[in-house]
Structure formats: structure tokens, C-alpha cells
């Protein structure tokens, strides 16, 4: 089942993409642009939602409905 995780994508002086999540403490993933962020981001995630699975500990995650937001990053 598909759910639905908020990150927030912050842009470092360095000139890397940090990408959090206020839902899922602990996931933290850097990458040189938005889209490796990202990428990161749900492989940690995976592997969060794994461990808490192994210890009985459920995250309170919203379930993707029929329809929902996304917002769409471009190179323009």
C-alpha cells in the first residue's frame, strides 16, 4: 500500500539538496540536485518503514488516495 510521506527540500550553501521529513524522524538524505534528493529520500524510507516493521512500531501515515498534490519541478 502506497502512502504518503511530506519532505522538505532545502538547498545548502554547499550546493546540495537536503531533503527531510517532519513525518518520518530520522529520514535524512542528501543528493547534488532535487531529483537524487528525492531518490534518496524514499530509499531511506523504505528501509525506516522496514525497521519499524521488524520492532511492531507503525508510523501514522496518510494512505494515497484517489487523488492528491504534487508539485512538479521543471528545468526551465
Keep these: 500500500m502506497e502512502k504518503i510521506i511530506n519532505i522538505h527540500v532545502k538547498k545548502l550553501p554547499e550546493g546540495v539538496y537536503l531533503a527531510t521529513s517532519e513525518d518520518m524522524p530520522g529520514l535524512v538524505a542528501l543528493g547534488r540536485t532535487v531529483t537524487e534528493a528525492l531518490e ?28 492528491f498534490d504534487y508539485p512538479l519541478i521543471v528545468n526551465a
Design 40 to 67: 534518496i529520500a524514499r530509499d531511506v524510507a523504505r528501509k525506516l518503514i522496514e525497521a519499524r516493521a521488524e520492532r511492531s512500531s507503525e508510523l501514522n501515515l496518510s494512505t494515497v488516495g484517489n487523488s
